[in-house]
């Protein structure tokens, strides 16, 4: 989203004391929007349908944060007996195809049987009209409300361990690269860390830390399970 309109958001907000709804923003944008309020003199709120969420709405407003966003959730599924599962890259590429911009939309998180896609209120009804195939898959598509859904991203759960808890040999053991590897990637500006982008290989991680790679996928720093007999240490993490 450009500045301006982000600037414009925000003044409107502060000036009125109305809440003012931004379309999905990425984090890039996340953060241009924290800027914008900043300057204007307005607060934040983000929400993109769940926790975790990547791609949110932001609300700029003056005194009272909003209860609710105007945002939309749609489920997907498919004929698990007779169907291949479509991966993201099928279902981003499905729904980019109906020919609307891509900040109408939000996240696309698969589960273990089903997908949810969060959007516009009012272009859900177009994508569920309209949305009926993606990768090898006719899929069948309902609305539902956000807050009725337990989203559990389907993830890989991984045991492994490392010689410290700096980005790089996380991201090393998550996705079995190399250190090197890991340090280009995080210096090449395609990671970030709790949806801020991190150009710091040697930045210390945390329990609970999310790790977003373009091009790889995320990474959840899960849990820290002490130091192993040849004093390396034993991590979990989940991969998405």
């Known amino acids: 989203m450009e500045k301006d309109r982000l600037n414009d958001l925000a003044r409107r907000a502060a000036a ?30 983000f929400w993109g349908g769940y926790a975790d969420a990547e791609r949110r709405v932001c609300a ?8 609710e966003y105007p945002i939309a959730c749609l489920e997907i599924g498919w004929n698990q007996k007779f169907d291949k599962a479509p991966a993201h890259r099928d279902l981003l590429g499905a729904l980019m195809g109906l020919g609307f911009e891509r900040d109408r939309a939000g996240d696309i998180v698969l589960g273990r049987d089903r997908a949810w896609v969060f959007a516009s209120p009012e272009l859900a009804p177009y994508i569920q009209a309209n949305l009926t195939e993606a ?30 808890l700096r980005l790089d040999a996380i991201m090393a053991a998550g996705w079995d690269l190399s ?3 890991a340090s280009e990637v995080i210096r090449s500006g395609r990671v970030r860390v709790n949806f801020r982008l ?9 329990e609970g830390d999310l790790i977003s790679a373009r091009g790889l996928g995320r ?3 899960e849990r820290d399970e002490g130091a192993t007999r040849k004093g390396r240490l034993a991590v979990r993490l989940s991969r998405y």
């Open 135 to 164: 990768g090898r898959a006719h899929l069948k598509i309902s609305p539902v409300a956000p807050e009725d859904i337990a989203i559990e991203p389907e993830g890989t759960s991984i045991r492994e361990t490392v010689s410290s």
């Open 16 to 45: 009125s004391g109305q809440v003012c709804f931004t379309p999905f923003l990425d984090p890039a944008e996340c953060e241009e929007a924290e800027a914008a309020a900043k300057r204007a003199g307005a607060r934040t709120a």
């Open 60 to 67: 700029f407003y003056d005194w009272e944060e909003p209860e």
């Open 219 to 221: 990474l959840r720093f």
């Open 198 to 206: 991190c150009e710091k290989p040697d930045r210390e991680m945390a």
């Open 179 to 181: 250190r090197s590897q």
